[in-house]
């Protein structure tokens, strides 16, 4: 069962449907602050002016690199297709997490993240040995 950190806002979605699927770690409580305000908005859309985002095989790389330690995270499961603000793909926005390069190319959100571009939220926590593993229900296509 889940709990109000993890409200689907798109009761439309088909998981069954292609879609090209980004991703974003964020705390359960910003994610509480988002639905209740209408949308999300990453402390870094303020310094930066996106909203930082991966792919499924850059997430795991960001999220051992940058949030190692840190608990009560979810990842947001989010289809590019519905997003409302522009996405832009561009080179890492400082010196990359170890494994990926400087020449991949993140998605970044200039803007809000609309609530109904949110297809699934998952529960986000590093192992006992602070790793952190993909959801099993993610596929690892995108």
Not at 12 to 22: H, M, W
Not at 35 to 56: K, N, V, W
Not at 59 to 68: D, G
Not at 99 to 126: C, E, R, W
Request: glycine fraction near 4%.
């Amino acid at each position: 069962m889940r709990n109000a950190c993890y409200v689907i806002c798109n009761t439309d979605y088909d998981p069954c449907k292609e879609s090209p699927l980004i991703f974003h770690i964020t705390s359960c409580i910003e994610w509480q602050t988002a639905q209740a305000r209408g949308d999300y908005r990453a402390p870094s859309l303020e310094t930066e002016g996106f909203i930082h985002m991966s792919t499924s095989k850059q997430v795991l790389h960001v999220a051992n690199a940058f949030y190692r330690g840190q608990s009560s995270l979810v990842l947001l499961v989010v289809d590019e297709t519905l997003v409302s603000s522009q996405v832009k793909w561009e080179a890492p926005a400082g010196p990359p997490a170890p494994g990926i390069s400087q020449d991949d190319k993140f998605p970044h959100v200039y803007g809000p993240l609309n609530l109904d571009a949110v297809v699934d939220v998952l529960d986000f926590n590093p192992d006992a040995n602070e790793n952190f593993q993909l959801p099993a229900s993610l596929n690892t296509d995108n």
